[in-house]
DNA sequence: AATGAATGAGGGTTCATTCAT
DNA sequence: CATGAATGAACCCTCATTCAT
């Protein structure tokens, strides 16, 4: 590839990147629906056209904010290892918590957008995200599952919890950035993990 | 008050209750934006003037409906008492948490508004379901702080905590309503409380 | 029907000839894509959303202003009489010819609509167009064929001529339109018949 | 002139007619509104703003496809010779006729670009076809007055009767455009010929 | 000469709200 | 009280044209 073209490929990037960061924001603040191509492209700093050439439609933008989003998601959760030799799953998973919701909290209008789409948007970017949690809870599901069956968990409906273990994700995530400074995040993984292991009660 | 008045007065009653209904309906089918008031009066067969003799604006029956579902949730959410001959905690807790699921999960337009309208609509409503929220969080906190004092629960952070459980309790609500049967509500409510109070790991 | 619906009808009735009106001058001055909405409620004097209410679309609209031509004309188009007693075939023809000038010559807007519009509108106007023009020449084809049939008329092939026909029509009014003031009807009438029935050959 | 810049204003020539090619393909196909510079630079497979250093606008390229076709059109359009030793009126009325419609018909684009654009695209070009079209009528009307003087042809309004007669022709380039395939041009023309010298009734 | 990213005026359409009847 | 015709601001999107490279 010449170097021109890399240099044209980089540069488009770099725009189409400029155009997700302002739609992040205008639809973190107003919603799908309250999100107005013209809020968009100023806080973009761009012309109208402009927004088409990289996106073919406001649903479209908002796909992208949710796939980024989904992605950046995806990529910090991996499975838990049981094998011998593997870190105790505690460990393990207060790790992924972690990373979870650094990644979330840091970006503040992400993690809004996360949190607020179950708005219907427009059929298939809400089947998306609805799609994304699916696969969550799923992961969530299997994993109690497997800590049933070696005894570390006791037995609960693996649906139903999975469900409320990601809402309670959520609610803290929704309070982390609901507050303007959230505790730092390590009290924060503490305090989700000890509650999702042992609950409220006193021993 | 004369009796015509009383009468009229009624009418009038029933006459917003109907557009209650119907707005509820269609905002829990398509969102606050989705939402036309074309769909809300057709629903509630009455013209387009009328509306506005019931309602000042769009916002203003979201407002209501919101505050029904806030009245009705209210009605359920009670002190836990903890002086002598009082119940078991766990026993009040767990009557109070089967009385809201069952209201909430009963009536599923309510649940799918009161679910989804995070994704701020506009403004007011919005703050006025976070404030519920809010509201709700308060009373989670306090009594957590109290079970901690009296030695039944362990030390936490009551308002993380708090956000916490409602969050877990959304999750399960939207897991029951996003599918056609849930599960029966009291077996819903002993895996609810289970998992708030012991956690998923095995003793 | 009560009084009111009645006179709302009509007034409902009213309204739309207004814009449809509007809509014909402004169809027939800037063809239809260069008719814009807002030039068509300016003329008609109208808001915005006001033509909405009387019309799905700017495609509907157009096809309502050649829907009225159309019929207009059609109204005029009949059979010519060839059995015992019937007035002469020419002196029908003329009649016919005639009447149909008038009412298209009459109404400018419209016979520039009619002649302009092959110009592709969007699809189904076009089509409606065109399948009224295919009408036309099937009802002149045929009387042609018929004519020759009964040796009235020398032989030809009755689709091309009919076409041509069809043409020489709209070659005529196009004529009479462009100019500010056209010839007397009666005298374009009786060029156009000797046109088509004996040629422009001096016998 | 330089041999660099022949070669050179031989390739501008050239690319120009490649523009113009694709042009009077798009034009015919969607008209001139729907015809986007899109359209044509893809079809002409060449960059936008190279588009632009060969016409000045989307009118420009409308107006040289139209004087393109006009100029192919006047090429074939010449005066009846009257004198002696010339061939019969007829004859050369035949020629003539049987050219014009070959050229047409033998580019479907150019027909429909030419019959479609009475629709005033944008003033200019709409004016210069308008011009075209009026100076074909001064020439088939001062031929009528010439064969009318020497007692070859029947008294008539020649203006209007020139109208009508470029009717008739339209009527039937358009006839031949729109079947598939269209019967053997001298066929056509012989019909065409045969209708506006003697029209339809039998003798 | 050639490119194509950028522009922004303008298009059609929707819909919450008002007000004369 | 009830009605629904009328309003017009605001929306998303297109596309002819420009200009830095």
Redesign the interface.
């Known amino acids: 590839m010449p170097v021109e073209d890399v240099r044209a490929a980089s540069q488009r990037a770099a725009r189409r990147s400029q155009i997700l960061e302002a739609a992040k924001h205008v639809f973190s ?6 999100a107005s191509i013209h809020a968009i492209i100023e806080r973009a700093e761009i012309a109208r056209g402009t927004f088409y050439l990289y996106f073919e439609s406001k649903e479209a933008v908002f796909g992208a904010v949710l796939d980024e989003a989904m992605t950046g998601l995806r990529r910090r959760i991996v499975r838990i290892e049981t094998g011998l030799g593997a870190r105790s799953p505690k460990d393990q998973l207060t790790d992924m918590v972690s990373s979870l919701l650094e990644f979330v909290v840091a970006d503040r209008p992400l993690a809004t957008v996360l ?6 948007p427009d059929a298939e970017a809400a089947a998306r995200l609805a799609a994304f949690y699916t696969e969550v809870r799923s992961v969530i599901a299997l994993s ?1 599952e497997t ?1 049933v069956q070696i ?4 037995r ?2 693996p ?3 999975a ?10 995530v ?2 982390c950035v609901s507050r303007g400074e959230s ?1 730092p995040i390590e ?2 993984t503490r ?2 993990i ?10």
Chains 1, 2, 3, 4 share one sequence.
């Open positions: 603040e107003a919603g799908y629906h309250g949190l607020s789409s179950s708005s219907t109690l800590g005894g570390l968990l006791r609960c409906d649906e139903l919890t469900a409320a273990l990601l809402g309670l994700v959520r609610g803290i929704e309070h505790p009290d924060v305090e989700l000890d509650l999702a292991l042992v609950g409220v009660l006193a021993r």
